[in-house]
């Protein structure tokens, strides 16, 4: 699911790949790259489940301003995965509601 061989903007640079785990799966991804793009690369679209009626909502804006990509990053909820960046070993869950501890 990556470009790797853009016509414009040229090949994707070589990067540490590094192993998160998602929903308790392990990927690899890109150092650095936001959560967003790791986890879509890996085929997850759905980041959260809405609080009243548990629609699925993935990434809208891709720049921080809404809220349709959180998830729980290494516990805390309410993360937004489309600026947040990877790091080794992070765990990312999907969110439902307003995830444990904010309900």
Same mark, same amino acid.
Do not use: S
């Given at each position: 699911?990556?470009?790797?061989?853009?016509p =414009?903007l040229?090949?994707?640079? @070589?990067?540490?790949? *590094?192993?998160?785990?998602?929903?308790?799966? !392990?990927?690899?991804?890109?150092?650095? !790259?936001?959560?967003?793009? $790791?986890?879509a $690369?890996n085929?997850?679209?759905?980041?959260r489940?809405? +609080?009243?009626?548990?629609?699925?909502?993935?990434?809208? #804006?891709? =720049?921080?301003? #809404? +809220?349709? #990509?959180?998830? *729980? *990053?290494?516990?805390v909820?309410?993360?937004? +995965? #489309?600026? +947040?960046? *990877?790091? @080794?070993?992070?765990?990312? !869950?999907?969110?439902?509601? $307003?995830?444990?501890?904010?309900r």
């Amino acid at each position: 699911m990556r470009v790797i061989h853009h016509p =414009i903007l040229g090949d994707l640079p @070589e990067v540490r790949q *590094v192993k998160i785990w998602v929903d308790g799966k !392990e990927i690899a991804a890109r150092k650095g !790259e936001p959560i967003a793009a $790791a986890i879509a $690369a890996n085929g997850t679209k759905i980041h959260r489940y809405t +609080t009243r009626r548990e629609e699925p909502r993935g990434v809208f #804006c891709g =720049i921080g301003q #809404c +809220t349709d #990509c959180v998830m *729980v *990053v290494n516990g805390v909820p309410n993360v937004r +995965t #489309c600026i +947040t960046p *990877v790091t @080794e070993g992070m765990t990312v !869950e999907t969110q439902h509601g $307003a995830g444990r501890g904010g309900r």
